[in-house]
């Protein structure tokens, strides 16, 4: 798996309450991303970051915000969940330079209720 | 704007069989294009990187090649076996300097014994 940890694997929340998903890498790479999985839409990058307190967005960022205090770890929060919230979020990671492969976590399965 | 198109959308072939797997690009503008594999419920496994200075890469019985002029990359699996039953995803690596991805949404493989 890269040393790549996602935690929680599994959640359900209900509509409106904040969620806090967390990447860990233990690779030390300096990319990191977040993506969301929904059927007919494919991976879509939410939020990435190139560095501790590196942040930007990428093109489903509304309602999500990240933060990244330490190279290891990469919090994806949503602030007031939606259903439309409901989908498998993947952490990525990456090295320095371009022509490197990314690398996935096993993915967390959140769902809105 | 970048997109990312992989078709078909599902495939089941008999064993034995070699297969190849379409992705098609808007933007030739890419550093590099990447193939994964994903199993139900699993993340995603990386398979090939395809620099952008690059025309091919192999790995055991997978081929990847890539034209940056006509806008596809092709997977090749040689002697295809009911192991290789995955959705195989190729995603493109824009040309923005953050080293994003922008996702095909896949094809379902499913090779029967």
């Known amino acids: 798996d890269a040393g790549i940890t996602q935690s929680p694997r599994h959640k359900v929340t209900e509509t409106g309450t904040p969620v806090t998903l967390r990447c860990h890498q233990t690779?030390?790479?300096?990319?990191m991303y977040w993506y969301r999985q929904d059927p007919g839409h494919g991976l879509r990058l939410i939020h990435y970051s190139y560095g501790v307190k590196d942040t930007d967005k990428g093109e489903v960022s509304d309602g999500y915000s990240v933060s990244r205090s330490k190279t290891e770890d990469f919090l994806l929060t949503l602030e007031s969940a939606t259903s439309s919230q409901t989908s498998v979020y993947f952490c990525?990671?990456?090295?320095?330079?371009?022509?490197?492969?990314?690398?996935f976590g096993q993915g967390t399965r959140l769902t809105v209720v | 704007k970048q997109e990312v198109t992989q078709i078909p959308a599902a495939l089941s072939v008999p064993e034995g069989e070699n297969l190849v797997l379409n992705c098609s690009f808007t933007?030739?503008?890419?550093?590099?294009l990447q193939w994964f594999r994903q199993d139900p419920g699993k993340g995603l496994t990386s398979l090939l990187l395809?620099?952008?200075?690059?025309r091919e890469q192999t790995s055991g019985r997978l081929n990847a090649s890539l034209d940056k002029s006509s806008g596809r990359s092709t997977l090749y699996i040689a002697a295809s076996q009911p192991g290789d039953s995955a959705t195989y995803l190729c995603a493109a690596d824009i040309t923005s300097g953050t080293y994003k991805y922008i996702f095909g949404t896949g094809t379902r493989l499913k090779v029967l014994a």
């Open positions: 395809i620099q952008s200075s690059q």
């Open positions: 690779e030390n790479h300096r990319y």
């Open positions: 933007d030739s503008a890419i550093y590099n």
């Open positions: 990525a990671i990456r090295p320095s330079g371009g022509n490197t492969e990314a690398f």
